[in-house]
């Protein structure tokens, strides 16, 4: 499996965003899919998961993570953007149905979009 983040970029404080992952390979369904995201001189954290069964967990009610099955597909929406919210946001699975807010849990990670919130 291959990930591919997209939509990250400058957005204004206030606003909203929604980041796409696309996943290649097989066993979409199968997978438990997460958005982590990471700032300069900090650990990488968790923003969001979504199990095959659809389980949810988020960070933050600011947070919403869906997914479309047909397109191998998980999406990331972010709303009332803070300036905080600035970093690279990675999309991650595993094949753990339970959602893992430790990064280390997670098997696979796409190279990351870069989310920047002006004030």
């Known amino acids: 499996v291959q990930l591919l983040e997209s939509g990250g970029g400058l957005v204004q404080a206030g606003g909203s965003l929604r980041l796409s992952c696309a996943a290649s390979?097989?066993?979409?369904?199968?997978?438990?899919m997460g958005w982590f995201r990471q700032t300069p001189g900090k650990e990488r954290e968790f923003v969001a998961g979504?199990?095959?069964?659809g389980d949810l967990d988020s960070a933050e009610d600011r947070f919403t993570i869906s997914r479309d099955n047909t397109r191998n597909t998980v999406y990331l929406q972010i709303n009332s953007l803070k300036s905080e919210d600035t970093g690279v946001y990675y999309c991650?699975?595993?094949?753990?149905?339970?959602?893992?807010?430790?990064?280390?849990?997670?098997?696979?990670w796409g190279q990351g979009t870069q989310v920047t919130v002006s004030s």
């Open positions: 979504i199990s095959w069964t």
């Open positions: 991650a699975c595993t094949n753990q149905q339970e959602i893992e807010t430790r990064a280390s849990q997670w098997h696979i």
């Open positions: 390979g097989r066993h979409f369904n199968w997978l438990t």
